[in-house]
C-alpha cells in the first residue's frame, strides 16, 4: 500500500483491478484527469491491484507516485471482484464511496457533477445514468435510463418505486459510507456479485438522489467478458439470489417490494438462460430447472403481475417447469428473431432486469445487473 491520507475527503473511489492492462490508465485518468484542486482534494482512489497477472499492479504503483490522493492495495491472491471491492472498502476514508471497474471509465465533467450533487442533496444513495459503450465506440442508452427522469432532490423508493429496476449494477451508485456499515452490506464472492448488494441500498435509504446526467461509460464486448462466456459460474446468480432473498425476509414488511423482486428475478433468470454466450446447452436443462425451483420457494403469496407477450409466456412455463416446451418456444422466437430487419444502430436493447417489456424482454442478449460484463467479476 502506498500514500496515507492526510484528510477525510468527500468521496472515495475504489477500483479493483485484474487483467485490464489495455484499459487501466484510461479508467484512472478518467477518475483523477482535469480535476480542479479543490476538486481533487475532496477525492481519494482507491485502487485494488488483485494479483493482477498482467502489468496492472505496476502501472498502480506508479500512477501512485507523486499522487497523494491515490492509494493502492495489493492483494497476495486473486480473490474477485466483489472481495477486491471489500478489501478497497476497508482502506477507504471517504465520507462516500464509488465502486468504478477498471475496464470501464467516467467521461468529462462526470466526477464534478457527481460532488456538487452529494454536496447539495446529501443522499444515502446517488443513482447516476450511464451509457454502453461498444468496440468501435458506438454508444447505447440503456433501456433503464429514463427511470432516472424527473427527480428532483431526494426520494424514498415507495415515492418512486419504478428505481427497483434501475440496473442494478455497484457502480451506477454513490453510497454514503456510513449508511452502508449501518446496513453491514459487503459484497460476497462469486459471480453476480450485485444482486445482494444493490438492491437492499435503495430500499432501506431515506434519501435517494437521482443524478439525471451520464456520468460512466460501462464497455461492452470486452474478451472475457462472463456476458459472453460459456461456464458453469452463471449458476452463482442462484446462490445471490438467495442471499438477497434472506435479506428481504428479514428486513422488507412490504408486499409490493417482495413481488417487484421477484419479477425482476425470474426476468434476470431467463435473460441468462437464454443466452447461447453463457449457459452451455448440456447445462441449460439444469439451470431452468433450478429457475422452476426458486419460482415455487419465492413466489409471492399473493401472486405477481407476470410481463405480457412471449416474456409472460415464459414465466408460465417456468411455474409449471416445462422445460420441453420453454425449449420450443425458444427455438420458435429464435427463428422468427432471425427473419426480423435489424435494430437501428444506437437502440436500446431491452433489458429484462430493468423492465423492459418487448417480446424479447426475458431473452435479450443486453445484460442486466449484475450481469456486470467483466472478467473482473469473473476472475478468481
Request: hydrophobic share 40%.
Amino acid at each position: 500500500m502506498v500514500n496515507e491520507p492526510t484528510r477525510s475527503p468527500l468521496l472515495s473511489i475504489v477500483v479493483p483491478v485484474h487483467g485490464v492492462e489495455a484499459y487501466l490508465y484510461q479508467c484512472l485518468e478518467s477518475i483523477l484527469g482535469g480535476l480542479s484542486a479543490a476538486e481533487a482534494a475532496e477525492v481519494e482512489l482507491v485502487a485494488v491491484d488483485d494479483a493482477s497477472p498482467d502489468r496492472c499492479g505496476e502501472m498502480l504503483r506508479s500512477y501512485a507516485a507523486g499522487r497523494p490522493q491515490v492509494r493502492v492495495v495489493s492483494l497476495t491472491r486473486n480473490v474477485g471482484l466483489g472481495l477486491a471491492r471489500n478489501a478497497g472498502l476497508a482502506e477507504a476514508t471517504g465520507r462516500y464511496v464509488w465502486f468504478v471497474d477498471s475496464d470501464d471509465w467516467l467521461p468529462p465533467g462526470a466526477l464534478p457533477t457527481v460532488l456538487a450533487r452529494l454536496r447539495r442533496d446529501e443522499p444515502d444513495v446517488l443513482l447516476v445514468d450511464h451509457l454502453r459503450v461498444h468496440e468501435g465506440g458506438r454508444l447505447e442508452v440503456d433501456a433503464s435510463s429514463h427511470l432516472l427522469r424527473g427527480v428532483d432532490g431526494c426520494v424514498r423508493l415507495a415515492d418512486r418505486p419504478e428505481l427497483l429496476r434501475v440496473q442494478h449494477t455497484a457502480w451506477n451508485k454513490v453510497v454514503r459510507r456510513a449508511f452502508l456499515d449501518e446496513l453491514e452490506l459487503r459484497f460476497h464472492p462469486g459471480w453476480y456479485e450485485d444482486i445482494p448488494f444493490s438492491h437492499p441500498l435503495l430500499i432501506a435509504a431515506d434519501r435517494i438522489g437521482v443524478l439525471d446526467h451520464v456520468c460512466y461509460h460501462y464497455r461492452q464486448g470486452r474478451l472475457g467478458a462472463i456476458t459472453s462466456t460459456r461456464s458453469g459460474r452463471h449458476f452463482d446468480a442462484f446462490v445471490q439470489y438467495e442471499r438477497l432473498q434472506q435479506w428481504v425476509a428479514r428486513h422488507v414488511t412490504e408486499e409490493w417490494i417482495r413481488t417487484d423482486l421477484f419479477g425482476l428475478m425470474i426476468n434476470h433468470y431467463l435473460v441468462v438462460v437464454g443466452n447461447d454466450g453463457r449457459v452451455h446447452p448440456r447445462l441449460r436443462r439444469g439451470f431452468f430447472r433450478r429457475v422452476a425451483e426458486h419460482y415455487r420457494r419465492y413466489l409471492p403469496s399473493g401472486g405477481y403481475a407476470r410481463p405480457g407477450g412471449v416474456a409472460g409466456l415464459k414465466h408460465r412455463l417456468v411455474a409449471r417447469d416445462s422445460y420441453l416446451a420453454y425449449k420450443t418456444l425458444r427455438r420458435a422466437h429464435r427463428l422468427a428473431g432471425s427473419l426480423r430487419p435489424a435494430s437501428p444502430a444506437g437502440a436500446a436493447a431491452p433489458d429484462a432486469a430493468s423492465g423492459g417489456s418487448g417480446p424479447l424482454a426475458a431473452d435479450a442478449a443486453a445484460p442486466s445487473e449484475a450481469d456486470r460484463g467483466s472478467a473482473l467479476a469473473g476472475r478468481g
